[in-house]
């Protein structure tokens, strides 16, 4: 039997190969394109992001601010005379009223010139009676040879002239007596006010908060950058020193009561009322000093201690706000993503104070806007954004 045998060509066989290998890279292919164009699809698609409401409302909120109690009144006390310590009357807190003594001093010198002024004193007042005696006499005799040299030839006329100035000469002794009985009165005076000022006494009502002597100690007016011998303080009544930054200076107001804390009284609140405003911002710190008076009857503050003021601070109008989320930050800006016409856009802001979950913004904002719940710099601008409202927390 005759058996026929097809033979393919090679040139077939290869074609037929190649063919199949180009089908199957190119469903492969296929297979591993899908994902990626699936993926491209998804990231063309707009992105979902959740948005709040920039809210408009009044500002009024707390700060947590430093501040220091000092005494109403303190004054360090001083000698004004040279002399030895007799006597100390208090002691570190002692408590004083206006007038009561504090401090003795001896000064023997002080006495010795109070005895001359008084000696120059008398002196002078003798020799003051001595020229009116003198000036009434001149002056009686001059009146005798006046009535006299009205009859012709009984006085000569030179008589009368020389006596005339006899009497105006001692009219003016007279003057100068009653001069010098006053500078002696004055000096007398001087030394009266020396000698009181060796006891020294309160100048206000405090209590006594230093003592630096002690009695045989020498002491004298050496200026106020040496020690002094006592200091009082007046703390019936503080002051309470707030430095208040200069961002928020605008809404200080007089007579406003604000509450602070000490850590000695753990719970307990006092108050103060705005006294007085420096009105002056310190180019240093960027604060300004407010003081605030503080009632202080029963004692219980001390001068000295630290505060913790609850420093409230209010705007003249409302303020906007957006979640702190919506707020986001890079190297060289501050902004929040807004969307308008399902497109993102970055705008500018600058932020103020926080208020529970709410942060104060300042920018090209308006009340109802949209922005992005949580900001990044990821969503970039022109991006569609397809939202889903979600309330900020109250």
Request: glycine share 8%; proline share 6%; with cysteine.
């Amino acid at each position: 039997m005759i058996m026929f045998t097809h033979i393919v060509p090679r040139t077939h066989l290869t074609a037929r190969v190649l063919g199949g290998l180009l089908i199957l890279s190119g469903a492969a292919c296929s297979r591993q394109e899908a994902p990626v164009a699936q993926a491209q699809a998804v990231a063309t698609g707009p992105v979902i992001i959740d948005i709040a409401r920039v809210v408009e409302q009044p500002l009024d909120v707390q700060l947590s601010l430093p501040g220091e109690l000092v005494a109403y009144e303190s004054v360090a006390v001083h000698p004004r005379v040279a002399g030895f310590v007799k006597a100390v009357a208090v002691d570190r807190g002692t408590i004083v009223r206006q007038g009561d003594l504090l401090v003795t001093l001896d000064a023997p010198e002080v006495v010795a010139q109070r005895a001359e002024a008084q000696s120059k004193q008398q002196a002078a007042a003798a020799q003051l009676a001595a020229a009116r005696a003198k000036a009434d006499a001149d002056t009686a005799t001059f009146d005798r040879l006046t009535a006299a040299a009205a009859t012709p030839g009984v006085v000569a006329g030179n008589d009368v002239v020389v006596a005339g100035k006899a009497a105006e000469a001692s009219r003016n002794q007279v003057v100068a007596a009653e001069q010098q009985v006053e500078a002696a009165r004055q000096a007398a005076q001087a030394v009266q006010e020396l000698e009181r000022y060796l006891r020294i006494t309160a100048p206000f009502s405090g209590v006594v908060t230093e003592r630096n002597v002690h009695p045989g100690a020498l002491v004298g007016p050496t200026g106020g950058d040496s020690a002094p011998m006592l200091r009082v303080v007046d703390q019936r009544r503080l002051r309470l020193v707030v430095p208040v930054p200069e961002a928020y200076t605008a809404s200080l107001t007089r007579g406003a009561s604000i509450p602070f804390m000490v850590t000695a009284f753990p719970g307990s609140t006092f108050t103060g009322t705005v006294a007085r405003i420096a009105r002056a911002v310190d180019v240093t710190t960027r604060t300004m000093a407010v003081e605030l008076d503080v009632d202080n009857a029963d004692g219980r503050l001390a001068p000295g201690t630290f505060c913790q003021v609850r420093w409230p601070v209010r705007r003249t109008g409302p303020s906007l706000f957006v979640p702190a989320a919506s707020v986001a930050s890079t190297t060289d800006r501050t902004f929040v993503v807004r969307v308008r016409g399902g497109k993102a856009e970055w705008v500018d802001v600058t932020t103020g104070l926080t208020a529970g979950p709410l942060v104060e913004v300042f920018g090209d904002l308006a009340p109802g806007d949209e922005v992005a719940g949580r900001a990044t710099d990821e969503i970039r601008p022109g991006t569609e954004i397809r939202a889903r409202v979600s309330k900020p927390e109250a």
